[in-house]
Structure formats: C-alpha cells, structure tokens
C-alpha cells in the first residue's frame, strides 16, 4: 500500500490549492479514503472522507470551502482548498481505510495506511 502526497505549498489566507494523493491499486480500492491534516501542537483531525460508493463527509471547519474528490482513471485522491484561513496551516495526510470503514467515515480508527504528508502553510 503506498500513498504519496503532493501539493502543498504556501498560500495567503483567501488563496487556494489542491493537494493530490497518488495511491497504489490497493490503497484506492480500500473503502475510504480521507485527508487528514495535524497542526504544531494539536492532535491530527480529519478533514474530508470519501466512500468507495462516493459519500462525502467533511469536518465542520471546512465545509463549503473544501472538496474531496478521486479519479478512478488515475488512482488519485484529491483534496481542493478554497478560501483558506490561517489556521488551515497544518501537515496534510492523506489515508486509506483497512477492509471496513464504519460511520462516521472521518474517523481516524477506520484508516490504517498513511502517505508522508505535505505542508500547507496559510499566511495573513
């Protein structure tokens, strides 16, 4: 299972970027797939989950501002960032789920393969 972010960079707040996760055969076919992301000094949070059925489920704070998204053809995840704020700056992980992945799909304890991360770094 492998998984490798790209994407990340540096912003200013309202600015926006899309981070991509390569994923191998296995790891897309897992029945989720989410970013996660962990700032200085927090625990890591999840952001954004999708089902292989294709639901959606993203946290609170990014809601309208964020869009999970995967490309079948390309065993890709991708992860487009709108509107970001300050404390979007965090490391971003993406994950793959092992064979179950039980609602709430954003749960941590679902995702057993992670990728190396890439930093979003949100200036003012």
């Known amino acids: 299972v492998q998984l490798v972010e790209s994407g990340g960079g540096s912003v200013q707040a309202g600015g926006s970027l899309r981070l991509s996760c390569a994923a191998s055969?296995?790891?897309?076919?897992?029945?989720?797939l989410g970013w996660f992301r962990q700032a200085p000094g927090k625990a890591r949070e999840g952001v954004a989950s999708?089902?292989?059925?294709?639901?959606?489920s993203y946290a609170d704070s990014v809601k309208g501002r964020f869009t999970i998204s995967k490309s079948a053809a390309e065993n890709i995840l991708y992860l487009q960032m709108n509107s970001l704020k300050p404390e979007d700056t965090a490391m971003y992980y993406c994950?793959?789920?092992?064979?179950?992945?039980?609602?709430?799909?954003?749960?941590?304890?679902?995702?057993?393969?992670w990728g190396q991360g890439t930093q979003v770094t949100v200036s003012s």
């Open positions: 999708i089902i292989r059925g294709g639901g959606l």
């Open positions: 994950a793959a789920s092992g064979s179950r992945c039980d609602a709430p799909w954003i749960r941590e304890s679902n995702y057993r393969h």
């Open positions: 055969e296995d790891a897309y076919r897992s029945p989720c």
